[in-house]
């Protein structure tokens, strides 16, 4: 038995390292294989030594719960890379799931001799775990279009949700100081699963990069508390690196945007502006076949394509991996500009056209880009809207004013490739498709660009 719980220590030691150097390889392109490789290690290793703990008295369950897991995840793990956000949302449904059962049977197992601090952080870990849960469905909902993208919402809803979050946290408060009210503990689940799908609804599709890192916070937070009440220190750090690092992301998300975690939880952002809806009729563009794009971009010297989630929709990154090596070919020195919140979580554009083999040094961060953005020849947008969108310096009364943005509008020419002239997430008009160095590519971004790499093929094929 000795031998057991010392291996088991030194089994949560090793793991534990592992997941901090997890994050710290993560941080890099670079090394984030590494760290991919270390994080499922670290995993493992929790898992065997969990399994040699004192307290099992049963096989079977767990061998049955690892089995279901295995059919489970095998399938959620393979989908494509549009949906990865979605995906991870998912991940972080079921995490926060596991942690309120847990937590739910700790509960009822202990009652009514529970310790003060250990029913302050139950009741902190189930509190954290349903709202994550439910929010975690929404936001997966959100992203996979099943659900309206656009905010919705209704007079006095702020007041509401708050109202609902109080009345869950004073419930706790009753539970800490006399756990034998065990019919309240219902109530306060109840509250707060119904806290996170209200918590979701009235946010639009553009602050979801911020959102998932705010759910991931949630998650890691409410396993730190599990960890308490369990007395895991696996658990503990794991769940304090988790939350921690969700948290350091979603500040850096919200920077991005200029925005408050207030506004963005509260503001409603995205609700279609009127100017949006009739911008089109109002206002003329100039647009441009593939054949011609493609004799813009030959002519070029230095092109910056902008990603965006329109890429990510027509699931066009390999057909952009092959206009970067037709022009590169050509002498043309692409690279491509990122912003900190294009797409749908953090980091989207960056693990697609990572997925493409696109070389790590041509992915320049918005900081990187926006000085070489007035000696480009062409900028090339792809599905980005919102953080191209030129209002953000100029227009006072804009949503988004303030938010930094990728220069594009400073290159020689623009091309833009959309759809439509639909708004983006954002639901403001862009003033940028109307300048006079703006071209306006209609179509869908996979089938254009690969359009236009045919154009570009062609030429060379005629000219050798």
């Known amino acids: ?91 972080h449904a079921f995490g926060a799931l596991c942690v309120t059962l847990v937590g739910t049977a700790e509960f009822y197992l202990r009652t009514p001799d529970v310790p003060k601090f250990t029913m302050s952080v139950l009741s902190l870990e189930v509190i954290l775990g349903s709202l994550t849960f439910t929010g975690s469905l929404m936001a997966a909902g959100k992203l996979q279009e099943v659900l309206p993208q656009r ?64 759910l991931n916070s949630y998650a890691g937070l409410s396993a730190a508390a599990m960890g308490f009440v369990l ?24 920077k991005a945007m200029n925005r408050s975690f207030s506004n963005v939880l509260f503001g409603a952002f995205g609700q279609v502006q009127a100017a949006a809806a009739t911008a089109q009729e109002a206002r003329p563009v100039r647009s441009a076949s593939a054949e011609e794009a493609a004799a813009i971009l030959s002519a070029a010297n230095r092109v910056v394509i902008v990603p965006g989630y329109g890429m990510a929709v027509a699931q066009a990154q390999h057909r952009v991996r092959e206009l970067y090596d037709a022009l590169t070919k ?62 953000a310096r100029s227009d006072v009364s804009s949503p988004i ?3 930094p943005i990728l ?15 639909n708004p983006g997430f954002a639901g403001i008009d862009n003033p940028l498709y109307y300048l006079d160095n703006t071209l306006m590519l209609f179509g869908d971004a996979k089938a254009f660009v690969g359009n236009i790499v045919k154009e570009l093929s062609g030429a060379s094929a005629a000219h050798g």
């Not at 969990?50 to 393979?78: E, H, Q, S």
């Not at 658990?235 to 350091?248: E, H, M, Q, R, T």
């Not at 220069?407 to 439509?420: E, F, G, P």
């Open 1 to 91: 038995m000795i031998i057991g719980q010392h291996f088991i220590e030194v089994t949560y030691l090793i793991a534990t390292a592992l997941f901090i150097l997890s994050l710290k390889w993560l941080s890099s392109p670079v090394t984030a294989r590494r760290g991919v490789w270390a994080g499922e290690i670290g995993m493992a290793l929790a898992i065997i030594g969990t399994l040699f703990y004192k307290g099992i008295v049963d096989y079977k369950w767990i061998g049955i719960a690892l089995v279901l897991g295995v059919i489970i995840g095998v399938p959620l793990g393979n989908v494509a890379m549009t949906a990865v956000p979605q995906r991870t949302a998912l991940s």
């Open 330 to 391: 050509r002498g043309v020195d692409v690279k491509f500009g990122i912003h900190p919140v294009a797409g749908r979580m953090p980091g989207h554009m960056n693990v697609l056209l990572a997925e493409a083999d696109i070389p790590y040094d041509k992915l320049l961060d918005m900081d990187e880009a926006n000085p070489d953005f007035p000696q480009t020849d062409v900028a090339l947008i792809i599905g980005a809207n919102d953080v191209t969108n030129p209002a």
């Open 231 to 254: 007395e895991s220190k696996l658990l503990i750090v794991a769940g304090a690196l988790d939350g921690a690092s969700g948290f350091i992301l979603s500040v850096n998300m919200s």
């Open 401 to 403: 004013y303030g938010m």
């Open 151 to 214: 905010p919705i919402t209704y007079k006095g809803q702020n007041f509401v949700n708050l109202g609902m979050l109080a009345v869950a946290i004073v419930i706790a408060v009753l539970l800490v100081l006399d756990p034998s009210r065990t019919a309240l503990y219902p109530a306060m689940i109840v509250i707060s699963l119904l806290f996170g799908v209200m918590m979701i609804i009235p946010i639009g599709g553009a602050d979801m990069p911020t959102v998932i890192s705010l």
């Open 407 to 421: 220069d594009v509008d400073k290159a020689r020419t623009v091309m833009v490739i959309k759809r439509s002239m």
